[in-house]
T-cell receptor, first 117, second 112 residues
């Protein structure tokens, strides 16, 4: 039984560079979520997908951020022209549906820690 | 606008005693509440949840209580163990499959 996996676990980049993170959800989970967590705060919602469709984006997600889930399996989160304020832990979660009922519980990956210097 | 609040940033408890972690919310549209536990350098781990139609849910040493009129929930851990030392997040959802709104967390330290 594999959980949610995220790669890379750590990323250090210089301001202005582009970065891309990958999330592999629990297999057959059709909902996938991205959150961001900064020091001393709880995770904050960024966006989520139902299969390959992006259903909601937070206003935290500026134009420099884009997320995709092209085949309804793994997802990527790209940040263009990174800024120091983008330094955070980026968390991915997935949830299942049984008998067409969506689950409330979300299962998180270990996160990708981004440091922008 | 913090819709889910955990007003105690930290809590220290003796091993074997009860730990009580509190959470308040402001949005009446929330209908499901969850507790997550987080160790350093790991993602949050789901612990226990409760629907708004219930006032109590129990799972082993963990019990969550919900007071809808007060918009308050609490997590009780009995007996507390050193391995319970972690950051605990309260989260809320408006509907199944919807995004979670998290509190800022409470760091629990269980002293041996």
């Amino acid at each position: 039984d594999t959980g949610v996996s995220q790669n890379p676990r750590h990323k250090i980049t210089k301001r202005g560079q582009n970065v891309t993170f990958r999330c592999d959800p629990i297999s057959e989970h059709n909902r996938l979520y991205w959150y961001r967590q900064t020091l001393g705060q709880g995770p904050e919602f960024l966006t989520y997908f139902q299969n390959e469709a992006q259903l909601e984006k937070s206003r935290l997600l500026s134009d420099r951020f884009s997320a995709e889930r092209p085949k309804g399996s793994f997802s990527t989160l790209e940040i263009q022209r990174t800024e120091q304020g983008d330094s955070a832990m980026y968390l991915c979660a997935s949830s299942s549906s049984r008998d067409s009922q969506l689950s409330y519980e979300q299962y998180f990956g270990p996160g990708t820690r981004l440091t922008v210097t | 606008d913090q819709q889910v609040k955990q007003n105690s940033p930290s809590l220290s408890v003796q091993e074997g005693r009860i730990s009580i972690l509190n959470c308040d919310y402001t949005n009446s549209m929330f209908d499901y509440f969850l507790w997550y536990k987080k160790y350093p350098a790991e993602g949050p781990t789901f612990l226990i949840s409760i629907s708004s139609i219930k006032d109590k849910n129990e799972d082993g040493r963990f019990t969550v209580f919900l007071n809808k009129s007060a918009k308050h929930l609490s997590l009780h851990i009995v007996p507390s163990q050193p391995g319970d030392s972690a950051v605990y997040f309260c989260a809320a959802s408006r509907s199944s499959g919807d995004k979670l709104t998290f509190g800022t967390g409470t760091r629990l330290a269980v002293r041996p």
